[in-house]
């Protein structure tokens, strides 16, 4: 199982970006958690949003609810993250990861729920 995030780079506030994670090795769709991560420099991985097969809820964390997007599409093998309205403070590696299980909501925003990492793609917000 490999993931491959791309669609980094600099934008200015206000702008938008959309990230994709591409998933090689197994259908996609038998995943049963995706999620992206971030970290920004000098901090700590963070849990940005994540997305669940079973019924295609989908979760955030706060400080992006209603700016950032997370999806999926099977026929593609791709997750994808559309960033809207993007900060400054956005600014961060973003990373990609999976389970094949699908994950509890207690632990949704835990690193170690999720099996699979991609490689990052870097996001800088300029303001």
């Known amino acids: 199982v490999q993931l491959q995030a791309s669609g980094g780079g600099l934008v200015q506030a206000g702008g938008s970006l959309r990230l994709s994670c591409a998933a090689s090795g197994r259908p996609f769709g038998t995943y049963g958690s995706q999620g992206w991560f971030r970290q920004a420099p000098g901090k700590e991985r963070e849990f940005v949003a994540a997305?669940?097969?079973?019924?295609?809820?989908?979760y955030y964390t706060d400080s992006v609810k209603g700016r950032f997007t997370i999806s999926r599409d099977n026929a593609k093998n791709t997750l994808y993250l559309q960033m809207n309205s993007l900060k400054p403070e956005d600014t961060a590696v973003y990373y990609c990861?999976?389970?094949?299980?699908?994950?509890?909501?207690?632990?949704?925003?835990?690193?170690?729920?999720?099996?699979?990492w991609g490689q990052g793609t870097l996001v800088t917000v300029s303001s």
């Open positions: 997305i669940r097969r079973s019924d295609g809820s989908t």
């Open positions: 990861a999976a389970r094949l299980s699908s994950i509890i909501l207690s632990r949704i925003e835990a690193e170690d729920s999720y099996s699979y």
